[in-house]
């Protein structure tokens, strides 16, 4: 990705976290600030249905109270006191009361429970009345009131009439209805619902859901939220989905009756029209920030890539010319700038290089005739002295004893002959490392060439008892490459795996397929290398021997770079040391047809 490309995102991106991030705050803030506000109104509401709920309390007293002041009750009183009591000419008592205080309900009962006149269903007479056999709560109070068309809930209070030693209870009530809802003051965005919970426990029926406006059509929208405290009668909150576009924030409020059984719902619902119309508006406005400021961010990251990346790439390309060799590039410092110091630093950079080089070279060249000429005489003083010895032994045999120089001359020509042949030897391998000669290319088979170098060796393995095995899988045939350089390279790695065995071992040679590379692997069980002598093996000159030039190693790292592979070693004190050869694709492994 381009310099520019990257500013380009780095501003976009930049814009957009901004963006996103005051986004979020601002909808987080106005979700809490719409939240306060919904639970504010909600409280107010519920403070006043409480207020409401009193005052309707207080006035069904009243009314309850007023039906026991009238001459039927009085007449019921005085029948309750009597003994045995007759009840059969107040059946209809109850209702005439009931319609005259304006109650739904109305029931009298004597202390006994007995129901004597009951104005919602006048069935009941004679029937048992829980409430009656006791003085009950002395304020109104929720009751679920059973009705010929079914169970209605509704707000009730006590009165007793004390007749003699006997009493008389009324017990009246009106309805929990849209009326008693409507009665509300809502403010704008809310309303009031009331969940009668008459029916089954657990089950939620739209049928028993009251409201003080038009009726609700998706009613089975509240079933988990009523549901919810029927398992559990506590204060719980939900979002409300009517619809696309419509969704109600709905409280719901536990009423309970006298023995703290759930009775009925208060349900409190908040319309999110607002919010969601403003989180509308938010996120219309972050679009038309995120929109104009991604348009700022191409125009600043334009301007900027001009005035940064022009330089930068003439940099770059100034670098991939030093990279090349070519020292002399140079870069124009028009600024006063970071960039422009930059290109200063790097014009004072090629020129120091440029110093540098021709210093080095010239130290190179030196330290390298150095260094041959004091291997040279290094290597060459090892066969001098013997073969000045055996000057010097000629010498004095000739002068000491003319009898036996003859047999003296002949053994001193041979150790001449001999030392002689050493130093031909060393000559030729510095010979050879300073002038190795290009790979003649053709066919040649891994097998039949490793199979070769082990039959050279064949008669050493077997005088120091070493183990040689050799393993050629199929799938690696043959490959193009000069068979006497490789030859060479898999013989120096033999040799030096025989000197390090010398009671004995096992010698390993085997081929194999990775990747689509040969590999060839040379392992001994040796006396192994230390991690600093694998780092430093196939460095000229070096050696952990105690004779040798410690070129060969470096000749088979010759062989094999020549050949587009790459060799490398892998070795513990102790436990025997492997070369690992790999020859790539490139130069043509090929599969025995």
């Not at 540098?356 to 290597?379: D, G, S, T």
Request: proline share 5%; charged share 20%; with cysteine.
């Amino acid at each position: 990705m381009s310099f520019r490309r990257r500013l380009l995102l780095l501003f976009a991106l930049t814009v957009f976290v901004s963006v996103a991030a005051v986004t979020g705050i601002v909808s987080v803030m106005a979700r809490r600030a719409f939240d306060r506000a919904n639970d504010e109104r909600t409280a107010v509401l519920v403070a006043q249905f409480q207020r409401e709920f009193s005052r309707r309390g207080d006035d069904i007293s009243r009314k309850v109270q007023t039906a026991t002041s009238t001459a039927s009750a009085d007449r019921m009183a005085l029948a309750a006191s009597q003994s045995p009591p007759n009840y059969n000419s107040f059946l209809d008592d109850a209702r005439s009361l009931a319609e005259s205080q304006r109650l739904d309900f109305l029931e009298f009962a004597d202390d006994r429970g007995v129901i004597i006149s009951s104005a919602q269903w006048p069935a009941k007479f004679g029937y048992q009345e829980p409430l009656a056999t006791h003085s009950g709560p002395s304020t109104p109070f929720l009751k679920q009131e059973e009705t010929p068309s079914g169970a209605a809930l509704g707000l009730f209070a006590i009165h007793v009439i004390t007749a003699g030693e006997h009493k008389l209870f009324a017990i009246g009530g009106t309805r929990l209805n849209r009326t008693f809802l409507s009665s509300l003051d809502l403010p704008a965005g809310m309303r009031v619902m009331l969940y009668e919970n008459v029916a089954p426990a657990g089950a939620f029926s739209p049928d028993h859901l009251i409201t003080a406006g038009d009726p609700i059509r998706n009613a089975q929208a509240l079933a988990p939220l009523v549901q919810r405290l029927q398992g559990s009668p506590q204060e719980s909150s939900a979002i409300i989905n009517w619809g696309p576009g419509n969704t109600e924030s709905v409280t719901a409020f536990p009423l309970t009756g006298e023995s703290n059984e759930m009775l009925g719902v208060l349900l409190v619902g908040s319309s999110r029209q607002i919010y969601t119309e403003l989180s509308s508006e938010i996120r219309s406005a972050a679009l038309i920030a995120s929109s104009a400021g991604l348009l700022l961010a191409i125009v600043l990251s334009s301007i900027a890539a001009v005035r940064v990346t022009k330089p930068v790439v003439e940099l770059a390309h100034a670098a991939r010319e030093v990279a090349a060799g070519n020292l002399d590039a140079q870069v124009t410092a028009d600024t006063d700038d970071e960039l422009g110091v930059l290109a200063d630093s790097f014009n004072r950079m090629t020129r120091d290089l440029i110093d540098h080089r021709e210093r080095l070279v010239q130290a190179e060249r030196v330290a390298a005739w150095r260094e041959l000429a004091r291997r040279l005489a290094h290597e060459l003083k090892n066969p001098l002295f013997p073969l000045q010895l055996t000057v010097e032994n000629l010498l004095r045999s000739r002068e000491q004893s003319p009898q036996t120089f003859e047999e003296t001359f002949r053994e001193s020509a041979s150790t001449l002959l001999s030392e002689i042949a050493n130093l031909k030897t060393i000559i030729n391998r510095f010979s050879e490392f300073s002038r190795m000669p290009q790979p003649q290319l053709q066919n040649v088979s891994l097998a039949d060439l490793i199979s070769g170098v082990v039959k050279v060796y064949q008669p050493q393995l077997q005088k120091l008892k070493i183990e040689c095995r050799t393993e050629f899988p199929a799938e690696v045939g043959s490959i193009t490459a000069d068979p006497d350089l490789l030859h060479r390279a898999l013989s120096n790695l033999v040799l030096n795996a025989i000197e390090v065995m010398p009671d004995g071992g096992k010698l390993g040679l085997r081929t194999s397929n990775v990747s689509g590379s040969a590999r060839i692997e040379v392992s001994d069980t040796g006396t192994g290398l230390t991690p600093e002598e694998c780092a430093r093996l196939f460095t000229p000159y070096y050696t952990s021997k105690s004779h040798g030039t410690g070129l060969g190693l470096a000749i088979v790292q010759s062989i094999v770079s020549d050949h587009g592979g790459r060799i490398s070693v892998s070795s513990q004190p102790g436990q025997g040391t492997t070369f690992i050869i790999e020859l790539p694709v490139g130069h043509g492994v090929r599969p025995v047809a």
